[in-house]
């Protein structure tokens, strides 16, 4: 899940030494497992001598280090840069940064020139700079959506109320995330993201009949009904989600399907009180 370079190799016991003290300090504080050069030696010093350590001698290191095979000895050369890869199965986003961090702390601390790499190290950089701009995106529409709303109806109640409605439903959302101890991700940002279409779609219908001084009772049939329905059915398909095993999308169905019914309790429900649709 990790792998560390060390540049400027230097043969000679008291490097290997370092590394292996610097190994053991990192498998104590990630808990996980570790795989290198002198890796290699250990366990082959191990088969023949019955002791897992590096041996006492320097004459004796390459000797062992060939007995690994030679797929590994393609990896985890002796030569330029030394390679520690840190292996274990898959973490959160925020356990492999804690990770990521924590190796860090200890590499600088011993004065250790490193560089980080390995494909799921990238990976995970990927998802965190996507997860980033996919939020900075969400937050330039609603500036710009609101920004609009304001050229449009040329109200300063209306944009508050546009923002409040369209935001609040997610800033709930957000809520529930942190209390039930459930991580951001991809799919939860394009939730955000696609909802907010679908919530701005509702507010502007209601805007547009407020407009028109159009009350309740008027725009029940051919607004508020439509809105309703096509919500409700569509959040309900959402909610089918939850059936498939694959976790990124479970989680994206469902907080697709939360965010659209609290859209629309807040359009149905809350909008009308804020703009003050009369009742007949």
Do not use: C
């Not at 350590?53 to 050369?77: C, D, T």
């Amino acid at each position: 899940i990790l792998d560390i370079v060390i540049p400027n190799f230097n043969e000679d016991k008291s490097f290997y030494i370092k590394m292996d003290m610097l190994e053991a300090n990192i498998k104590e504080k990630t808990n996980q497992r570790i795989l290198s050069a002198n890796t290699m030696i250990k366990i082959a010093n191990d088969k023949y001598s019955g002791t897992k350590n590096l041996p006492e001698s320097l004459s004796a290191f390459f000797p062992l280090y060939y007995k690994a095979p030679e797929v590994l000895r393609e990896f985890y050369p002796l030569g330029e840069n030394y390679r520690i890869s840190v292996l274990g199965t898959h973490i959160s986003g925020e356990q492999y940064d804690h990770m990521v961090k924590t190796i860090e702390v200890i590499l600088k601390k011993n004065n250790i020139t490193y560089e980080l790499n390995g494909q799921y190290y990238w990976l995970m950089k990927a998802q965190s700079s996507l997860i980033n701009t996919l939020m900075s995106s969400f937050i330039i529409s609603v500036i710009l959506i609101t920004i609009f709303v304001q050229l449009i109806f040329r109200k300063i109640k209306i944009s508050t109320s546009f923002v409040f409605v369209n935001t609040f439903p997610i800033f709930i959302v957000l809520l529930l995330y942190a209390l039930l101890d459930i991580k951001i991700n991809i799919a939860s940002v394009m939730a955000f993201s696609i909802s907010i279409g679908l919530m701005v779609d509702s507010t502007f219908h209601l805007y547009y009949e407020h407009k028109k001084n159009q009350s309740i009772k008027d725009i029940h049939g051919r607004t508020i009904l439509p809105i309703f329905w096509s919500n409700f059915i569509l959040a309900n398909i959402f909610i089918l989600f939850i059936f498939i095993d694959f976790n990124p999308i479970k989680q994206f169905g469902l907080t697709m399907a939360i965010l659209i019914y609290l859209g629309l309790f807040f359009d149905l429900l809350v909008l009308p009180k804020v703009l003050n649709f009369t009742e007949k």
